[in-house]
C-alpha cells in the first residue's frame, strides 16, 4: 500500500484506486461471488443513488477488472429520497473518487407514466400498489438499461440485495440475497430473461455489516441517510397529499362501516386506507378494528376484528414466471404477499391465462388487492403476480 502511495493517485487506474484504498481485497473477495462475465472485455453501467450499497457495488466491479461507468436517474423532481440533486452530486463525488467516467439520464416522463400515474390510479380504485415492482422493470432495468447499453455498457449493476445464477441452458435463476434482512427480490419478480441477462448483483452474496465495512475502508462519501424501504417519491405516511393533489376528485366523503353494514364513521377519501390498516380509521368502537375491504365502486371503507382480515386465499392476475414458460399444474410453493411478510407456504394452481389461485396452508393477515404475490422455491425466486 506504502508503495502506492508514493505514486500520484490520479495517475492510478479505477482498478489500482481501489486496490490501494480498500486494502482487504482477500477477505473481500471470499465474500463476493464472481459476476458470471467477461471482466476483459466488458464495460458495467451501474445504477448509482449516491448510497453505500451501489457505490459498493462499483468498487467491487472495478476490483474484479471491469470498466465501469456510472449512471444516476433524475426521476421525480420534488421530495425524491433517491434521486434528488445532492443524491446526484454525491453519485458524481463517489465516480470522480473511484476514478470512473458518470451520466445523468432524464426519464422523469418514464417515472411519471409508469410508476407515479399508476401509483394513483390504484389508491383511487381502492387498491394498494406496489411501485417499487413497476419502476424496476421499466424505469431500472427498462429506460435506464437502454441508456447504459446506448453508452456502451454490455449490462448495468445495481445495489439490489439479490443472487443471480445462470444454468448451462443459458436460464437465468434469481436467488434471494444472503442478508435475509436485506433481500430484495421480492421487487424484481417483473424482470424478463432479456432483462436479467444484463443485470448483475454485486452484493447478493454480502451481508449489509461488510458492505458498509468495505465502504469505510475505501473512504466513500457517500450520503448518509437512514434504512427505508418506503417509496422514495413521497414522504412515508402522506401518500394521500400526492394523490390528492395529482387527481383532486379522489377526496370524497364516505362512509366506514363494519362487516354488517353498520355505519361506524365518515372518511374522506378511500385512498387514505388499506387492507389491515388499524391506526387512523377515525372511529371508536371499544375493540380493535381493522380495514377488511375497500368497496370503490359505492366508496365505503368496510372494517372488521383481526380474525375477519385472516385468509387462505387469493387470486393472482398477471404472473411472470422468471425461469420457466408457466405452472401447468398445481404445485407447492411459498408465496410472500408483501416486502415485510415471510414467505408462507401454499400450492399455486393455475386459474387461466396469467391467473395462479393460491391456497395458503395458514390464514394469513390483510391479503392485500394490488400488492405482489412473489413464489419461491426455497431460495429461488419462481415469478409472482399481482394479488386481484
Known amino acids: 500500500m506504502c508503495r502506492h502511495n508514493q505514486k500520484d493517485r490520479s495517475s492510478l487506474s479505477p482498478r489500482e484506486r481501489v486496490r490501494v484504498r480498500a486494502g482487504l481485497v482477500t477477505s473481500v473477495k471470499s465474500v463476493v461471488s464472481p459476476v458470471d462475465r467477461d471482466s476483459r472485455k466488458e464495460t458495467i453501467a ?3 443513488s449516491g448510497g453505500v450499497d451501489s457505490s459498493t457495488a462499483a468498487a467491487i466491479l472495478i476490483e474484479q477488472g471491469y470498466r465501469v461507468i456510472g449512471l444516476t436517474a433524475r426521476m421525480w423532481p420534488e421530495g425524491s429520497r433517491c434521486c434528488s440533486d445532492s443524491d446526484i452530486d454525491s453519485a458524481r463525488r463517489i465516480a470522480d473518487h473511484l476514478g470512473f467516467e458518470h451520466h445523468v439520464v432524464e426519464l422523469h416522463d418514464v417515472f411519471q407514466r409508469y410508476v407515479v ?3 394513483v390510479r390504484e389508491y383511487v380504485h381502492g387498491r394498494t400498489p406496489s411501485p417499487c415492482a413497476l419502476c424496476n422493470r421499466h424505469v431500472k432495468f427498462g429506460a435506464l438499461l437502454e ?3 446506448g453508452l456502451g455498457a454490455a449490462a448495468m449493476a445495481t445495489g439490489h440485495y439479490s443472487r443471480l445464477v445462470r444454468d448451462a441452458s443459458n ?5 434471494k440475497g444472503v442478508d435475509a434482512k436485506k433481500d430484495q427480490s421480492y421487487f424484481l419478480f417483473d424482470l424478463s430473461q432479456d432483462q436479467l441477462a444484463k443485470s448483475v448483483f454485486p452484493l447478493g452474496a454480502m451481508q449489509k455489516k461488510q458492505v458498509v465495512e468495505y465502504a469505510k475502508k475505501l473512504g ?3 450520503t448518509q441517510r437512514p434504512e427505508s424501504q418506503d417509496l422514495c417519491f413521497v414522504d412515508p405516511g402522506h401518500h394521500y397529499y400526492l394523490i390528492e393533489r395529482l387527481y383532486p376528485e379522489c377526496r370524497k366523503e364516505g362512509d366506514i362501516v363494519d362487516t354488517e353494514g353498520r355505519k361506524l ?3 374522506e377519501g378511500i385512498h ?3 387492507i389491515g390498516q388499524r391506526r387512523g380509521l377515525g372511529i371508536a368502537t371499544g375493540t380493535p378494528m381493522y380495514v377488511v375491504r ?5 366508496n365505503r371503507v368496510v372494517v372488521g376484528r383481526e380474525s375477519e382480515v385472516m385468509h387462505k386465499s387469493a387470486v393472482v392476475t398477471g404472473v411472470r414466471w422468471l425461469a420457466r414458460e408457466s405452472a401447468d399444474r398445481p404445485v407447492r410453493l411459498q408465496a410472500k404477499i408483501r416486502y415485510n411478510h415471510d414467505a408462507a407456504a401454499c400450492l399455486a394452481s393455475p386459474a387461466g391465462a396469467g391467473e395462479v389461485a393460491v391456497t395458503f396452508d395458514e390464514p394469513q393477515f390483510a391479503i392485500t388487492p394490488g400488492q405482489i404475490a412473489a413464489f419461491y422455491d426455497g431460495e429461488e425466486l419462481i415469478g409472482g403476480g399481482w394479488i386481484e
Do not use: K
Open 46 to 48: 451501474v445504477a448509482m
Open 272 to 274: 387514505r386506507f388499506t
Open 147 to 149: 441508456s447504459a447499453i
Open 294 to 298: 375497500i368497496d370503490a365502486a359505492d
Open 220 to 222: 466513500l462519501p457517500v
Open 171 to 175: 436460464v437465468f435463476h434469481l436467488l
Open 117 to 119: 400515474g399508476y401509483f
Open 265 to 267: 364513521g365518515r372518511h
